[in-house]
């Protein structure tokens, strides 16, 4: 099966300079999605022979839309498509192991593998985020933006929604899945990545984006089967904005009950802690406020744009 590859960024000229190299060779074609650059990525990526989509600076910015915007212009005869983030870089081996699960699973649709921190260890927040990307191995409910997809099961059902600021994969994969298709989680290295997380504002602004994806989702699939992320919204909600407001509340007028109440955050802590360990516990706890914000931002949108958190 011929594979084609579709590398979506923006201002990564320096990490696309690893990770559109590291394609060629493996894939039939590249195609390279920017969204607005000023770095040099355009000039970068043709200069290595790519194909260059730049998407009209005229619309709204997502991934989603350049993912889409990828396919359209990818040759006659691709049957699998690899997407990329431009901060990533794929490793040797992966194309051939995930190719070869697609051709003797005629019902997957998608295959992703461990997308791994670079750098681990360069701050708290790259440490969490590549414990983040340890998914459990075998079928799966998504994937991340790194993936290799059957480009007709991927059609069949709409490509991506270009709106989707965030969570655009699990969405994608909710309507794959309902359409019969399957999602595996291989057992094989697949990406290297460098999220650069080094300051909170970074993580705080991750944690918004997460929290609107929950929302989201949930609104668009929370009614099916699988209940597609309203756990997760509701948690948010919980932990992150009704019971702080309760707590406040109850300060103006049963201090002792506002206290009663505030225990649940260093019990919540604790249990996670137990399952996670201290770091792990302490950010999930913490990043239930950003996540609630992301929620509730989402749900006030009036005038139906797409949302940039930056």
């Known amino acids: ?9 923006r201002n990564e ?89 697609l051709y003797e699973h005629p019902e997957v649709a998608v295959v992703c593998g461990r997308r791994r921190e670079e750098h681990p260890q360069a ?6 985020i590549d414990r983040e990307w340890d998914t459990p191995v075998g079928e799966s409910r998504a994937c991340g933006g790194d993936a290799l997809m059957r480009l007709d099961a991927l059609r069949a059902v709409g490509g991506y929604r270009a709106d989707m600021i965030a969570g655009e994969e699990p969405e994608l994969c909710q309507r794959l899945r309902r359409a019969g298709w399957q999602i595996w989680r291989l057992d094989a290295e697949m990406t290297s990545h460098d999220a650069q997380l080094a300051r909170f504002g970074q993580w705080w602004r991750r944690s918004l984006r997460a929290g609107h994806a929950f929302a989201e989702g949930a609104a668009l699939h929370g009614s099916g089967p699988d209940r597609h992320w309203v756990a997760e919204t509701r948690r948010a909600l919980l932990w992150g904005a009704l019971l702080p407001a309760m707590i406040l509340l109850l300060a103006l007028v049963m201090p002792w009950a506002a206290l009663v109440l505030a225990l ?43 949302i940039e958190y930056r």
């Open 1 to 9: 099966m011929m594979i084609g590859a579709v590398v979506i960024g």
């Open 264 to 306: 649940l955050y260093p019990i919540q802590l604790l249990r996670l802690m137990r399952r996670g360990g201290g770091l792990w516990g302490f950010f999930t706890l913490l990043g239930k406020f950003p996540e609630a914000l992301g929620v509730l931002k989402y749900h006030m949108r009036r005038d139906g744009r797409i």
């Open 123 to 128: 701050s708290i927040y790259n440490t969490l």
């Open 13 to 101: 000229s320096t990490r696309l300079e690893r990770s559109l190299p590291a394609l060629i060779g493996q894939v039939a074609q590249v195609i390279y999605v920017d969204s607005g650059s000023t770095d040099g990525s355009v000039a970068m990526a043709q200069g290595l022979g790519v194909r260059v989509v730049e998407l009209d600076m005229q619309q709204p910015f997502t991934a989603a839309r350049a993912r889409n915007a990828g396919v359209e212009v990818l040759d006659p005869g691709i049957a699998l498509v690899q997407f990329l983030d431009g901060d990533c870089i794929l490793q040797d081996g992966w194309v051939a192991v995930a190719e070869a699960h």
